[in-house]
């Protein structure tokens, strides 16, 4: 393949209410709403563009893994441990439900949190590299 992908544009996040989605995006995230309409609301978070789309009851981006195991299709990353303990307080304080922060044998630390819809997400203390440059 001669070309080769640049990096992923937006995410489409199953939600049951998008009034309700886009108000818990905006005020729990800090979320930028750019679109709203009854199908769907367009949100910039984490330099990226997600879709909150209107689907049926139930549905998540979660998925079920061999061992039974629900797990999240995305991590946000964030610029050390300090900033991955200070975000999870952040969260705790604004009624979002969340995880422990974890060992999971990597490098850093991680921790999972819900959104409105039931939307599994993690958190990993490590920026990737082209982030670090940024800084």
């Known amino acids: 393949m001669g070309q080769k992908l640049i990096r992923v544009g937006t995410t489409y996040i199953p939600v049951t209410d998008v009034d ?10 800090d979320a930028e709403l750019s ?40 991590t946000f990353e964030v610029n050390g441990i300090d900033a991955l303990e200070k975000i999870h307080k952040e969260l705790i304080k604004k009624d979002v439900i969340v995880g422990d922060i974890e060992d999971r044998g ?9 959104d409105v819809n039931g ?10 590299p082209k982030y670090h440059r940024k800084l």
């Open 106 to 114: 990597h490098a850093g630390r991680n921790f999972v949190f819900h």
């Open 20 to 29: 309700i989605a886009t108000e818990w995006y905006v005020t729990r995230l």
């Open 119 to 128: 939307n599994k997400f993690d958190v990993w203390s490590e920026l990737s």
């Open 35 to 74: 679109y709203k309409d009854n199908d769907k609301a367009i949100i910039n978070l984490a330099d990226q563009s997600f879709f909150l789309v209107k689907a049926n009851e139930k549905q998540t981006a979660n998925f079920i893994d061999y061992k039974g195991k629900e797990q999240f299709s995305l």
